[in-house]
T-cell receptor
């Protein structure tokens, strides 16, 4: 049974056309993350929510926004996609296990193509 | 200096071989360490968590050396299905720092 679900799995958008990627989880984890991963690179954290608290990474472009309307759902909005934004976008969840331990569980990812 | 550094490989080993990967991290305050496995065009999947000096799960053994700030992953009796990229991951308070991964190919 899927625990972290991402839709769509593949998304094609045009240069400059806004796009929204979605993530849902059945784990009831309080932390949700969005990563960008390009070929042969490590996942790069864009931002995360700790409960309702939004935490943006310093180097995440303003072009990327996120919403978390409830515990289960989190959205990634790319306001004006550029060719350089083509990548795999991974959603992950975790819960606080104490002692600053956060095991993260990833969704299958959405592969974004920008034409 | 990167938070987490790994040898990118590739490591090409015959079936049945033992292979070890090393990973170094820069933050001496890190408490949690993980190895993730990532298959081509798939998401990372948690392989092992390391909280104390090490962890063992079947053919997989992870060891942590806090003094030298490195983590290792040992795979014994390699299977073809072990072919993947192995990501070393270290906590950074509410988020994780990923290494770029070590590519392993097990050859028949």
């Amino acid at each position: 049974d899927a625990m972290v679900i991402q839709n769509p799995r593949y998304q094609v958008t045009q240069f400059g056309k806004p796009v929204t990627l979605s993530c849902s989880q059945t784990l009831n984890h309080n932390v949700m993350y969005w990563y960008q991963q390009k070929s042969s690179q490590a996942p790069k954290l864009l931002f995360h929510y700790y409960d309702k608290d939004f935490n943006n990474e310093a180097d995440t472009p303003d072009n990327f926004q996120s919403r978390r309307p409830n515990t289960s759902f989190c959205f990634l909005d790319i306001r004006s996609p550029g060719l350089g934004d083509a990548a795999m976008y991974l959603c992950a969840t975790s819960r606080d296990l104490g002692r600053d331990i956060y095991e993260q569980y990833f969704g299958p990812g959405t592969r974004l193509t920008v034409t | 200096r990167k938070e987490v550094e790994q040898d990118p490989g590739p490591f090409n080993v015959p079936e049945g071989a033992t292979v070890a990967f090393n990973c170094t991290y820069s933050n001496s305050a890190s408490q949690s360490f993980f190895w993730y496995r990532q298959d081509c065009r798939k998401e990372p999947k948690l392989l092992m968590s390391v909280y104390s000096s090490g962890n063992e799960d079947g053919r997989f053994t992870a060891q942590l050396n806090r003094a030298s700030q490195y983590i290792s992953l040992l795979i014994r009796d390699s299977k073809l299905s072990d072919s993947a990229t192995y990501l070393c991951v270290v906590d950074g308070a509410n988020n994780l720092f990923f290494g770029t991964g070590t590519r392993l190919t097990v050859i028949p």
